[in-house]
């Protein structure tokens, strides 16, 4: 028996390309569909057909061979009608059933085939009749039900509740829950630990992460300068503090401080605080001007963290004037601070403002006083660099570590369980 598979980006597409090759007699022997692209192969991509067929004539061996295979001719969606039934005058006109248009890809495939069809609305009819047959045909030997279903039915449909109530942003749980869907059986859409798995494998996979350790490729010099950007409010100065104890007392390293937040005067002496406890070197400035000479007469430290005023993300002339600093400091790292205890619904509008700063980084604050951590994976879909650190607490230095994708996505999916 010669098998061959073809692939296409519609239905009727690869459905077309198999009589073409091995004739309207040809046989299907599997069909699967899958995302080609996108972000590891899960989020996002281009909806893909796949059939696995062969021809006819190859039958009567498997027959004699005492092999089974179900199989689905492709004479059915011929023009012609099969041998032994009724003329086409002398049966019902099918018309098509009305479906719910549960993902855009289905209404566009739809619209691609009648755009493509010679014989204009008639030809649309039958092509779209053509599609309900081959859906019907691809629920039969997948045994997974309709094969676009809405993101919610089946026993998939409370994991996508959960992660929506989690805060996760519809479109991203919906992708999460159709890629488990075209992996996982219908047997092992059922079984609860292993969807649970396979659900944080993939969290895991979209959140990026990067060895706080590891410094961007562009920095040649030896001393390495940490800015901390972000609103006000997501814990910015305690932050700075953490790393400073952390680099000088755990890792040994010569660190200096530098703080233009001169607009709080509680948060220069909280900072200066800090600094005397471990006794490390802080200057505070007031201008781009005065930044570049306290960054250069540190450069003799291991490591250089400079504390930033918290500004709005949609004050744009604040933002704009904080530009100038962090021109100015020349940092290897800015971090964009948010608070995983911020509305869902600013984080985007946080991240896309801040990033156009020269942001290479992503710290996520105040983990322990998030009531749903969906945040986190909203906050992977936007291109601003790796997570480096989280924190989850005011303790200092500790309530510090660096991000690890994997306990992220447990939270989330743990979160999931108590939603």
Not at 253 to 282: C, F, N, S
Request: proline share 6%; charged share 20%; glycine share 10%.
């Amino acid at each position: 028996m010669t098998e061959r598979t073809y692939q296409a980006d519609t239905m009727a597409n690869v459905l077309g390309e198999v009589k073409g090759d091995l004739g309207r007699d040809a046989v299907i022997l599997r069909t699967r569909s899958f995302r080609k692209g996108g972000f590891l192969g899960l989020i996002g991509g281009k909806p893909m057909w796949e059939i696995t067929a062969r021809a006819a004539s190859d039958l009567s061996g498997d027959v004699a061979g005492g092999q089974y295979v179900p199989q689905i001719s492709l004479e059915r969606f011929d023009d012609e009608p099969p041998i032994g039934e009724p003329p086409p005058k002398a049966r019902p006109v099918a018309r098509p059933k009305a479906r719910p248009q549960a993902r855009p890809h289905a209404a566009d495939a739809l619209a691609q085939l009648a755009a493509a069809s010679p014989s204009g609305g008639n030809g649309a009819g039958r092509l779209a009749g053509e599609v309900s047959d081959l859906k019907q045909m691809v629920s039969i030997l997948l045994g997974q039900g309709h094969p676009s279903p809405s993101p919610a039915a089946g026993p998939l449909g409370q994991i996508y509740a959960n992660l929506v109530a989690q805060d996760v942003e519809p479109a991203i749980a919906e992708e999460l829950v159709d890629s488990l869907r075209m992996d996982l059986t219908g047997r092992q859409q059922c079984d609860e630990t292993l969807v649970r798995a396979e659900l944080c494998n993939r969290i895991a996979a979209c959140i990026k992460t990067v060895d706080p350790g590891e410094q961007p490729a562009a920095n040649t010099r030896q001393c390495r300068v940490i800015a901390l950007i972000g609103p006000t409010g997501v814990g910015k100065t305690t932050t700075i503090a953490k790393l400073a104890a952390n680099f000088k007392l755990r890792q040994g390293l010569r660190v200096g401080m530098i703080t233009i937040d001169t607009y709080r005067v509680a948060a220069v002496d909280q900072l200066q605080t800090y600094a005397e406890i471990v006794e490390v070197p802080l200057r505070t400035v007031l201008s781009p001007a005065e930044l570049r000479q306290a960054v250069y007469a540190l450069r003799g430290m291991d490591v250089v963290l400079i504390d930033t005023t918290g500004r709005s993300q949609n004050d744009l002339l604040r933002l704009s004037q904080l530009r100038s600093f962090l021109d100015a400091a020349d940092a290897n790292e800015v971090h964009v601070v948010v608070s995983a205890a911020s509305n869902p619904r600013c984080i985007r509008g946080i991240l896309e403002r801040f990033s156009p700063l020269g942001a290479n980084r992503l710290l996520v604050t105040k983990l322990d006083e998030a009531s749903t951590y969906g945040a986190i994976l909203n906050m992977a879909r936007v291109d601003v660099g790796p997570m480096a650190y989280v924190t989850g607490g005011q303790e200092v230095p500790d309530d510090i570590e660096p991000a690890d994708a994997e306990n992220l996505a447990w939270k989330i999916i743990g979160g999931c369980e108590n939603a």
